[in-house]
């Protein structure tokens, strides 16, 4: 672990020039073919609650991993290269992960292709001046699986999950998937191996945390797994393994029916698990193969949304029917779902943007923004912002009266991450080329 004296290697609120993918229905219960359940170890149902607050952004898609960030803030619409930049700092390497905001400190996880080394980063939240970084693997960059990932993917695509006490981040580490634990000063605690990893597109499974455990998924075409971890020790509380598919979606748990899910999508299958045992309580074959998106709830419904080899957004009853309520021949393959007040929210890969009736899946409007995206919404109020791989950011209404611009603001020209919104203000991983050279930034924008 590397900690960091006070430097120049901080950009200040006036900075004026800015530099800077992954990216059909059985009995229930238990598949005809349903994949084995190890159970490892008892679930940890003592552990330290997990204690947050308000202005934290604690992992991928914020507090509730829903892309909702808390309606107690005011976050600006508006910024350039010139107006509401609080602080820019480059970040070596590159990645896709998001910013994770806990107390006074943003973490970010990184690949160093030049030094072969995945890392996690930590500033200052006010100042943007480096703290500590920490080497979580060195080497095992080399690709085994005999295909090229995709050119858009990278070793740090996960985002870090924190419960308060421990950060926790997924890298693929030769050939392999691992979860890490690190404490908040930078020391590794923990790392647990899931299983091996045969690189299609890339990696970009972020960890959830439940009670005590901390879960994780590693679909591969080698067959993976979904594994849940005991936070404080690493050891695999129990283990599912999955079908040998590609796919990237993070799991989720979602109160729905009364009780808690945990939800992954993807493999052709819509999966609901007890979440602390592995135990499955309902799965449907109702998902096409490669997901990336996580899903999100009304509470009577999950949405899965895939882009390969079948383009669909699809309502799933979540009582253990199997009811695929509606099913939509839409392409949103990366960028993850909104819901407010009945209604869903959500940027086409191709760059539409799109209200759906969440009970009936009909069409209440729909806009031409313009780029192609991967990075997924954020709902602050009644605003939703959006950025596209252009590094243009898109501020329009959630509302079902028809489209309504509030904003377009660009920085950088290559953005994959989603951002964090807390506390008034916006932590946006941003490329910049100069030439051929992509150099990344992470960006706070505030008033």
């Known amino acids: 672990m590397k900690r960091f004296p006070p430097s120049p290697w901080i950009a200040s609120s006036y900075v004026v020039a800015f530099s800077a993918l992954v990216l059909g229905l059985a009995p229930f219960g238990a598949m005809p073919n349903a994949p084995s359940t190890t159970q490892a170890a008892e679930p940890t149902l003592a552990a330290d609650p997990v204690k947050l607050t308000s202005t934290d952004w604690p992992g991928w898609r914020g507090p509730n991993s829903d892309g909702v960030a808390s309606s107690e803030q005011d976050p600006p619409i508006k910024w350039s290269d010139t107006t509401n930049v609080r602080w820019r700092v480059p970040v070596p390497g590159r990645g896709h992960g998001s910013p994770t905001v806990l107390g006074q400190r943003v973490y970010l996880p990184t690949a160093d292709a030049a030094n072969e080394t995945q890392k996690v980063l930590c500033w200052d939240r006010e100042t943007g001046k480096p703290i500590w970084e920490s080497v979580v693997h060195r080497g095992g960059f080399e690709n085994k699986s005999g295909r090229k990932a995709n050119e858009k993917a990278t070793l740090a695509s996960s985002t870090i999950a924190t419960d308060g006490k421990q950060l926790f981040i997924n890298f693929i580490n030769d050939s392999a998937m691992f979860t890490s634990a690190i404490s908040l000063e930078g020391e590794v605690l923990w790392q647990t191996r899931i299983s091996d990893y045969l690189i299609h597109q890339g990696y970009g499974s972020s960890p959830t945390i439940y009670q005590g455990l901390v879960i994780v998924t590693s679909d591969n075409k080698g067959g993976g797994a979904i594994a849940a971890l005991d936070r404080n020790s690493g050891k695999i509380v129990w283990k599912r393994d999955r079908p040998e598919l590609p796919n990237y979606a993070s799991p989720i748990v979602l109160k729905i029916d009364g009780r808690d899910q945990l939800i992954v999508t993807g493999c052709e299958l819509v999966t609901s698990l007890n979440p602390l045992t592995g135990e499955t309580l309902w799965e449907i074959e109702g998902a096409t193969t490669e997901c990336v998106t996580t899903t999100v709830t009304d509470g009577k419904h999950v949405y899965s949304s895939g882009g390969y080899p079948r383009s669909h957004i699809a309502a799933i009853a979540a009582d253990g029917s199997g009811e695929i309520v509606w099913d939509l021949n839409l392409r949103l393959y990366v960028p993850s779902l909104l819901h407010r007040d009945g209604y869903l929210y959500f940027t086409l890969d191709a760059g539409v943007a799109m209200c759906l009736d969440s009970n009936t899946g009909e069409t209440v409007w729909k806009e031409r923004l313009g780029g192609t995206f991967s990075s997924s919404p954020v709902l602050v109020q009644d605003r939703i912002y959006a950025t596209n791989e252009e590094g243009?950011?898109?501020?329009?209404?959630?509302?079902?009266?028809?489209?309504?611009?509030?904003?377009?603001?660009?920085?950088?020209?290559?953005?994959?991450?989603?951002?964090?919104?807390?506390?008034?203000?916006?932590?946006?991983?941003?490329?910049q080329y100069e030439g051929d050279t992509r150099q990344e930034f992470l960006y706070c924008i505030g008033k």
Do not use: H, M
């Open 392 to 431: 243009v950011t898109f501020v329009f209404r959630a509302t079902p009266d028809g489209f309504e611009k509030l904003a377009e603001n660009e920085l950088g020209e290559s953005v994959f991450a989603s951002p964090a919104i807390t506390g008034g203000q916006i932590y946006l991983r941003v490329g």
